[in-house]
């Protein structure tokens, strides 16, 4: 089981950037693809955006391209989610998560293990 800490979430005003860091903990983080989600009230978890093994393979949804960068640190057992240009409907809180592989990559509940989660608010 992989343990994963989020952190980097805040309040921001539209237009500002925040960047999220989720550290992971366990056994071979180097061979997990990583993924953001977020959940806003009311709403269901969506996928965010995810990054391969080896960070050949990214991905993000449709409203995030342009925005949002992924990127891992695997010395570090690290993934980022840089966030550009936030919108008040950018606000959620933001999980990440481990997988095998990309395969499904916007399912949940291909995902394996999950973090706590860090709140995003951005005000106009």
């Known amino acids: 089981q992989v343990q994963l800490v989020e952190s980097g979430g805040g309040l921001v005003q539209a237009g500002g950037s925040l960047r999220l860091s989720c550290t992971a903990s366990?056994?071979?983080?180097?061979?997990?693809?990583m993924a953001w989600f977020r959940q806003a009230p009311g709403k269901e978890r969506e996928f965010v955006s995810v990054i391969s093994y080896n960070g050949d393979i990214v991905a993000y949804v449709d409203s995030a391209k342009g925005r949002f960068t992924i990127a891992r640190d695997s010395a570090k057992n690290t993934v980022y989610l840089q966030m550009n240009s936030l919108k008040p409907e950018d606000t959620a809180v933001y999980y990440c998560?481990?997988?095998?592989?990309?395969?499904?990559?916007?399912?949940?509940?291909?995902?394996?293990?999950w973090g706590q989660g860090t709140q995003v608010t951005v005000f106009s």
């Open positions: 366990g056994p071979s983080f180097s061979r997990y693809a």
């Open positions: 998560a481990v997988k095998y592989g990309v395969a499904g990559y916007e399912y949940m509940s291909r995902y394996d293990d």
